[in-house]
């Protein structure tokens, strides 16, 4: 069987939490993966909106999840306030397949999931089955970004955003960033534009090289275009399995 990245050293930057299947399957095809966490996943800082939120779950039309980490917050929040089983009268969204799976994973029935995962495409395919006045809740990154909440709101959606969880840059040690020095990646992949700015900020484009960059969705590519590094191909899916294919099509031009 063809090992399509055979000799290629790929650095993977997500969180530790999110990594683990993408490098697996980076190394099922001959790479050599640099795990490189730029950001640890921590909870709010002030954990009472969620937990606000979850004692009255039953009063949204929708719930919103926009990463798997967000899934798993206001489940254990559910967990905590005794609420979980009001949660089935609640229609439910997820910004792409692998969140979607981890709600699924935890016996919920997934209404909404575009092919595209980004904010835009699920604005589009739930704005249908919202009016003005219905409230939605978006358990999110503190610093997530706000397309999707700027749509709703903008159709007049009561819209209640809550902190699931914040990133924070992760302390890199000196040997790591020495590592990236003498040995530069051939890939390099980018799956949040948080991410990408915190490479540049605490690690520095010249440990990159030459590398190809890839980019996990169009919503990164355009971070990354705006922050002067452009990719060199973008995964059609926000899955590892997308990542992989867009990490052999951008070394193999």
Known sequence: MERRLEGIRVLVTR?????????FLLEDEGAEVLSVPLLELRPPEDPRPLA????HIQRY????????????ALMEALREAGTADRLRRVKVAAVGPRTAR???GYGLDVAAEPE???GEALFQA????LQSGDEVLLPAAEEGRRELEDGLREMGVLVTRVTAYRSTPAALPPE????????????ALFASPRTAEVFLEDVGREKLGTAKVVAIGP??????ERLGLPADAVAERPTPEALVDAAVRAVRG
């Not at 969180?15 to 490098?23: G, H, N, Q, S, V």
């Not at 039309?61 to 798993?72: G, I, M, N, Q, T």
């Not at 739930?126 to 089955?129: A, V, W």
């Not at 919503?219 to 990354?224: K, R, S, V």
């Open 61 to 72: 039309r929708w719930v919103v999840f926009a990463s798997p980490s967000a899934v798993e």
């Open 176 to 187: 790591v960033l020495a590592l990236l020095a003498e040995s530069p990646p051939h890939v």
């Open 52 to 55: 606000s939120a979850a004692e």
């Open 219 to 224: 919503t990164t590519a355009g971070a990354l």
């Open 126 to 129: 739930i704005k249908d089955g």
């Open 116 to 118: 595209e995962g980004t």
């Open 102 to 104: 981890t709600a699924e």
């Open 15 to 23: 969180p530790r939490e999110r990594a683990e299947e993408l490098c």
